[in-house]
């Protein structure tokens, strides 16, 4: 493992420019020198069976062609053509749609992080952060905080390994599937509470299976959305011994699909739980 | 005399023919005065229902066809009119299709992985994309891919490749997967893999329905009727390559036969191709595979059928739980639970090849007692015929624009994984028509000019 700093490298070195620039984005003039490229499709070359007609011999095409740019996107006509029609409503459902960009965008899983900190580091700083409660191998404690009252190492180190999630309390109404994937790489993760997290479907719990359902023995799906599928995702979990949902009230295929489980699983203990605590105030 | 009736001639091309004026406004007064007012804007012509223009024109209404009108309603919005044609509104050539609502995440090509991982996002988001009621019931089951010794170096070059676009996929060894499904002969086996998330299986009717019901919404008209011809014109300034010049002609209209047998021309810009086995006909009305030149290769998309079997268990007692994947044998046998319920349902893909010497129940009962050796105690018996628009040429699909007919798309010869895949298809087609080339998935290499080059595009990791 590369021990990276995350601290950023001192002004000094950005004022004086020691290397040459090799970005893809080169000026007109230097694509334009460097001629035709051939067409590359997935990283090999795509036979072309016939050229341009403008292309051909004896055929000739103004020098001042490099200087036409492509044509306007279309989403911004299609957002022109929108303009005479928009409504506050729309407005309000733009900036909602931002507000869930932004979001999935906080929560997602950053391969600099973990190559920083390695992969159970790189959860607790995730978790932490974003006031849910962590704890670790051989330790008692929970860890909770904010960025300034918990000092969390910045460097890889030795020994950090994470057994126990609880996102109850996770900000912005809970975790996503873009934020689940922070749990890859978890080898010593046992218990895992999901309560209060809204966004949680089918598809985060198969998530889940798939990445910690060889060592996760806790699940707390308390609050979650929940339907038969579900249980195609627990039942892969092999190590789960302990699981918690709400009362799968009138849905038939969920409660059969549960009896299933339950007379596949003899050492799985499903507890169906009703949520008695009041109810945990998501901070925005 | 001959003067004026030029000059109505004339009048009249100008005269727009507007459709079924809808009642505005509420006063009887005004109501009557508007219509009035049209009847008369109109030269009390008989208005026809049926539309005799549209931007885009898309043969066939199923998984593919409203997959493409939903992305061009979606981008363009009322800036394209979309008419989609579709001679069976009641699906049934699609429906109790138990074979093809299955996601999967092993494919060899970088093509097939970036449409299974789109499509996968697509299905994950579907509430938001379409309506909120849209239930896909997804049962994430993952699919398990057997491999005997000749195919499993390259099972392991498959699944380091996915690795290298983000799909996590475990290789399972012959001790692993006695563990986890002993009910699988694994004699014959070496390797086995299966992918970590995003993997099972979904109700493809309900995407279907939720598809057409958004579009519409949208603003598409869908309807019902059957193309019987196009309509050429010949251009004889137009200097294309690979054609004599003075000799090209091009498609302007089409023909279509409505429910009342009423034959309606419809004018397009773009017409795309989307209907399954049928395409090979309706690439025919538009003389590919029977001109000269370019338009001397036909397209080769046939349908062929295959049986779905379910394999039932007398007794209570199950070997295979509900931790049961969607097994894909070596042999072109696939297996998977029927959900809930204690039985499995089988079916075998069919040969691109068709041999008439070969009994396909006879193939399929051989493979399915070496793979489950415990189904001589249970009942087999057929519960329905799937059937797919397969590609004889290389056995994936075509999506792009005929060398010829540079207007008329073709998006069809998907088999099995055309309706795991029809979101990101259908966002390809769209990107065709509105951006001029693909933007997010690069899928030049699905083109028709593979097959006149002659350069097959082949999955390895689907058999």
């Known amino acids: 493992m590369m021990a990276q700093k995350l601290k950023h490298s001192s002004i000094l070195r950005t004022l004086c420019i020691t290397s040459r620039n090799y970005s893809e984005y080169k000026s007109i003039y230097e694509r334009d020198e460097a001629g035709r490229q051939p067409r590359k499709v997935h990283g090999k070359e795509y036979p072309e069976w016939r050229r341009p007609w403008s292309q051909r011999d004896g055929e000739w095409t103004s020098k001042l062609s490099i200087f036409v740019e492509k044509s306007p996107s279309m989403n911004v006509l299609n957002a022109m053509q929108k303009l005479p029609n928009l409504t506050f409503q729309d407005l309000k459902e733009w900036w909602a749609e931002m507000r869930v960009i932004q979001e999935i965008q906080n929560q997602k899983y950053l391969p600099e992080r973990v190559i920083a900190l390695g992969a159970n580091l790189a959860a607790l700083h995730f978790f932490v952060y974003r006031q849910s409660a962590v704890r670790l191998k051989d330790k008692k404690e929970w860890l909770v905080g904010d960025v300034v009252t918990l000092k969390l190492p910045d460097t890889y180190r030795d020994g950090y390994f994470v057994e126990a999630v609880d996102c109850s309390n996770f900000h912005h109404n809970g975790i996503r599937y873009e934020g689940l994937q922070n749990l890859n790489g978890l080898n010593y993760l046992k218990w895992l509470s999901l309560r209060n997290n809204k966004y949680v479907d089918v598809w985060c719990i198969d998530r889940i299976a798939g990445q910690n359902g060889e060592t996760l023995e806790f699940l707390n799906l308390m609050g979650c959305k929940l339907c038969a599928g579900c249980i195609y995702a627990l039942a892969r979990m092999s190590a789960l011994k302990f699981l918690v949902i709400n009362d799968p009230g009138d849905n038939i295929e969920l409660q059969a699909a549960l009896s299933m489980l339950e007379e596949e699983r003899p050492d799985l203990l499903i507890s169906i739980q009703v949520d008695t605590e009041s109810d945990v105030d998501n901070k925005l | ?463």
């Not at chain 2, 891919?145 to 392991?156: C, D, P, R």
Request: hydrophobic content about 35%.
């Open chain 2, 1 to 463: 005399m001959n003067f004026s009736r030029i000059l109505t001639k004339n009048i009249k091309k100008y005269i727009v023919f507007s459709n079924r004026n809808y009642a505005k406004f509420v006063n009887p007064f005004t109501r009557t005065w508007d219509t009035i007012n049209n009847e008369i804007k109109s030269g009390f012509k008989q208005q026809s229902d049926y539309p005799e223009h549209a931007d885009v024109v898309i043969i066939g209404g199923g998984f593919i066809g409203s997959s493409v009108a939903y992305w061009l309603k979606n981008r363009a919005g009322e800036g394209l009119s979309v008419a989609v044609i579709e001679k069976d509104t009641t699906y049934e050539m699609c429906q109790n299709m138990h074979s093809h609502g299955i996601i999967t995440q092993h494919y060899s090509l970088p093509e097939n992985i970036y449409l299974s991982q789109y499509s996968a996002d697509f299905l994950r988001n579907i509430k938001q994309n379409l309506k909120e009621d849209v239930d896909i019931e997804f049962k994430p089951h993952g699919t398990l891919i057997l491999a005997s010794e000749k195919y499993a170096s390259k099972l392991e070059e498959n699944v380091s490749l996915q690795k290298e676009f983000g799909i996590s996929s475990k290789i399972l060894t012959v001790e692993e997967i006695e563990r986890l499904y002993p009910w699988i002969n694994t004699s014959d086996i070496k390797l086995g893999c299966i992918s970590k998330e995003s993997e099972g299986a979904f109700n493809s009717q309900s995407l279907l329905k939720g598809l057409i019901k958004k579009t519409q919404e949208l603003g598409a008209t869908y309807l019902k009727s059957e193309v019987i011809d196009f309509e050429m014109n010949p251009q004889q300034d137009i200097l294309m390559e690979g054609v004599a010049p003075g000799s090209f002609k091009k498609i302007n209209r089409l023909v279509y036969r409505t429910e009342d047998n009423q034959e309606i021309f419809l004018k397009f810009a773009v017409c795309v191709v989307a209907a399954g086995s049928d395409s090979e006909s309706v690439a025919k009305l538009a003389n590919i595979g029977t001109g000269g030149g370019l338009l001397s290769v036909p397209l080769p998309i046939e349908k062929r059928e295959y049986n779905v079997y379910s394999i039932e268990n007398e007794g209570s007692k199950m070997s295979f739980g509900l931790n049961t994947p969607f097994i894909m044998d070596t042999s072109g046998l696939w297996l998977k639970r029927d959900g809930l319920q204690k039985k499995l349902i089988c079916g075998q893909i069919p040969l691109i090849k068709q041999d008439k010497n070969i009994s396909y129940s006879d193939i399929l009962y051989s493979s399915l007692h070496n793979r489950y050796p415990e189904c001589v105690k249970s009942k087999v018996k057929p519960i329905s015929t799937d059937f797919i628009d397969c590609n004889t040429y290389d056995d994936t699909g075509i999506l792009g624009p005929h060398p010829y007919h540079t207007n008329l798309f073709f998006a069809t010869g998907f088999s099995r994984q055309g309706v795991q895949h029809s979101p990101a298809i259908g966002r390809a087609v769209a990107e065709l028509i509105i951006d001029c080339q693909f933007t997010t998935i690069d899928l030049s290499r699905f083109g028709f000019d593979r097959i006149l080059i002659d350069e097959p595009l082949i999955e390895s990791n689907v058999y």
